[in-house]
T-cell receptor, first 113, second 113 residues
Framework: DTGVSQNPRHKITKRGQNVTFRCDPISEHNRLYWYRQTLGQGPEFLTYFQNEAQLEKSRLLSDRFSAERPKGSFSTLEIQRTEQGDSAMYLC???????????FGQGTRLTVV | AQSVTQPDIHITVSEGASLELRCNYSYGATPYLFWYVQSPGQGLQLLLKYFSGDTLVQGIKGFEAEFKRSQSSFNLRKPSVHWSDAAEYFCAVGPSGTYKYIFGTGTRLKVLA
């Protein structure tokens, strides 16, 4: 069991650039979640997939954000035209229908300069 | 509105002392309650969870938590803190069936040798 894997671990980008993060969930997990955590705050829910279907999106997920899970396995989160306010830790989590909790990856820390 | 309040932003205890971290929640339905721990630069690790039944739940690393419905609280305790417990602790609440958690803002624990 390799756990939830997120890449890259760190990303520094210039304002206005596009970035893409990848999350590989635990292999048998059909549910996948993205959260955002800013400094001094708890994680905030962004979006949720069950298999390849994106079932819920938070109001925090502006039009510049898009998430996909094309084959129901790994997921990508893209941020277009990054802004300094996008600087945060982006956490991915996964679970199966039988799980009673979600398992989190180590996160991708984004810094927009 | 659904929310989680962790009133203590920082707590400092001496190694070997007891610990209690407070968590209060506001949730319309019967909540699923969780405590997670986050070490610097790391993702979230589940300490324990409560769904139903016995209101005193045991977790990993010697932690326990007690659900008190009348007080809308789910406080985390440990009888004797170790230096390795220094980290940030998050209380979370969520609905059954999915893991769209609402997190508190966290309590940062410092342990004095």
């Amino acid at each position: 069991d390799t756990g939830v894997s997120q890449n890259p671990r760190h990303k520094i980008t210039k304002r206005g650039q596009n970035v893409t993060f990848r999350c590989d969930p635990i292999s048998e997990h059909n549910r996948l979640y993205w959260y955002r955590q800013t400094l001094g705050q708890g994680p905030e829910f962004l979006t949720y997939f069950q298999n390849e279907a994106q079932l819920e999106k938070s109001r925090l997920l502006s039009d510049r954000f898009s998430a996909e899970r094309p084959k129901g396995s790994f997921s990508t989160l893209e941020i277009q035209r990054t802004e300094q306010g996008d600087s945060a830790m982006y956490l991915c989590a996964s679970s199966s229908t039988e799980n009673t909790e979600a398992f989190f990856g180590q996160g991708t820390r984004l810094t927009v300069v | 509105a659904q929310s989680v309040t962790q009133p203590d932003i920082h707590i400092t205890v001496s190694e070997g002392a007891s610990l209690e971290l407070r968590c209060n929640y506001s949730y319309g339905a019967t909540p699923y309650l969780f405590w997670y721990v986050q070490s610097p630069g790391q993702g979230l690790q589940l300490l324990l969870k409560y769904f139903s039944g016995d209101t005193l739940v045991q977790g990993i690393k010697g932690f326990e938590a007690e659900f008190k419905r009348s007080q809308s609280s789910f406080n985390l305790r440990k009888p004797s803190v170790h230096w390795s417990d220094a980290a940030e602790y998050f209380c979370a609440v969520g609905p059954s069936g999915t893991y769209k958690y609402i997190f508190g803002t966290g309590t940062r624990l410092k342990v004095l040798a």
